[in-house]
């Protein structure tokens, strides 16, 4: 399974914002199919004894065309959701995207429409700083 390019950077954000890796990847096998989503991890929040969990697909969004790679992402995301439903996982997914993206991309009104339609949660990152700018919502 090949990685995506910004997949270190993504792994180096969440551990620096407290995130323990648990899968890289994290594997599903749901209803006949085999599903990798990029990374696993988890927080402990030690106030609430309690755990998140999240899952996360990591994008480039390096495509010339910005709406194609969308296209591909939003049905991608859309299925890994279902798998994880299925799995009565409590997990919650999240796409990662360079902040690049989100300045260009992310700001047209059809994103901004299709994020609230489709409850994508994202996490936007600086590749270079290899840090995370903003959870999204």
């Known amino acids: 399974m090949a990685k995506d390019l910004f997949h270190q950077s993504v792994k ?3 551990i620096k914002d407290g995130w323990t890796i648990t899968h890289d990847p994290l594997y599903l096998n749901i ?9 696993g991890a988890e927080q402990l929040f030690a106030a609430e004894k309690d755990k998140n969990k999240i899952a996360v697909e990591v994008k480039t ?5 910005a709406i194609s790679e969308f296209h591909t992402v939003l049905g991608q995301c859309l299925n890994y959701r279902l798998a994880l439903k299925l799995e ?3 997990l919650l997914l999240y ?3 360079p902040d690049t993206a989100w300045n260009t ?3 047209r009104e059809f994103a901004k429409l299709a994020i609230a339609e489709y409850q994508l949660k994202l996490i936007i990152f600086d590749v270079s700083e290899e840090v995370i700018v903003q959870w999204y919502p």
Not at 31 to 39: G, H, P, Q, S, T
């Open 12 to 14: 180096t954000a969440l």
């Open 31 to 39: 209803a006949e199919v085999e599903i990798y989503i990029d990374i």
């Open 61 to 65: 969004f390096l495509n010339p065309s």
């Open 88 to 90: 009565d996982s409590d």
């Open 95 to 97: 796409l990662a995207i």
């Open 105 to 107: 991309f992310f700001r």
